[in-house]
C-alpha cells in the first residue's frame, strides 16, 4: 500500500508542475485544434452523412499521440 502512496505522490506533483506552467494549455489548445482539423476536414465528417466517428475521429488519434506524448514527456 505504500507503493501506491508514492505514485500518487509523485503524480501529483508532476501534474502540479506541469499545469503551473502555460505548456499544458498550450499543448491542450494544440490537441484540440489538430483533432477538430483532422476529424471534421481530413476525415471528411460531414461528407459521410452519418453520425460516426469511427473512421474520422478515432482513425487521426494514435498518430496525433505519436507526436504530442513524447513533446509532453520532454517538458
Keep these: 500500500m505504500n507503493s501506491v502512496s508514492n505514485i500518487k505522490a509523485i503524480t501529483?506533483?508532476?501534474?502540479?508542475?506541469?499545469?503551473?506552467s502555460p505548456v499544458a494549455y498550450v499543448f491542450i489548445v494544440i490537441f484540440l485544434f489538430l483533432?477538430?482539423?483532422f476529424t471534421f476536414m481530413a476525415g471528411g465528417?460531414?461528407?459521410r452523412g452519418q453520425a460516426t466517428l469511427e473512421d474520422?475521429?478515432?482513425m487521426w488519434h494514435p498518430w496525433l499521440y505519436l507526436f504530442l506524448v513524447?513533446?509532453?514527456g520532454m517538458r
Design 35 to 37: 483533432m477538430g482539423l
Design 70 to 72: 513524447p513533446a509532453v
Design 45 to 47: 465528417f460531414f461528407e
Design 56 to 58: 474520422s475521429f478515432f
Design 12 to 20: 501529483d506533483r508532476e501534474l502540479s508542475a506541469y499545469f503551473s
